[in-house]
Nanobody, 128 residues
Framework: QEELVESGGGLVQAGGSLRLSCTVSGLTFGSYAMGWFRQALGKEREGVSCLSWDGESSTYENSVKGRFTISRDNAKNTLYLRMNNLKPEDTAVYYC?????????????????????WGQGTQVTVSP
């Protein structure tokens, strides 16, 4: 059974750092593009970052560029998101997701497609 489990969220002060992890099982992790997404209370889900299956291509939402870094360890079936200089506006539930192609990760219309696989999310709260 395919499963994505996020961890590493929590409460942090503005300016602090967190590293999120997404552990994947039940699928061939190294064959999937992966992404991090977030949804703040009362807002729509937004894409944070995407990473190709080989780690060679990545994208970042403008507001996190220079602060967040996405990475993966295919040997450990794990995706990471290093978040530095956190801001209160980064507060949200963070989700990881797996896609059969990089383009699907970057295209909002594909996020709910039949081949997308989502985790349950982890809460990140940044206090002023």
């Amino acid at each position: 059974q395919e499963e994505l489990v996020e961890s590493g969220g929590g409460l942090v002060q503005a300016g602090g750092s967190l590293r999120l992890s997404c552990t994947v099982s039940g699928l061939t992790f190294g064959s999937y593009a992966m992404g991090w997404f977030r949804q703040a209370l009362g807002k729509e889900r937004e894409g944070v970052s995407c990473l190709s299956w080989d780690g060679e291509s990545s994208t970042y939402e403008n507001s996190v560029k220079g602060r967040f870094t996405i990475s993966r360890d295919n040997a450990k079936n794990t995706l990471y998101l290093r978040m530095n200089n956190l801001k209160p506006e980064d507060t949200a539930v963070y989700y990881c997701a797996a896609f059969v192609s990089f383009s699907q990760c970057t295209e909002p219309k594909e996020w709910n497609g039949p081949s997308a696989i989502w985790g349950q999310g982890t809460q990140v709260t940044v206090s002023p």
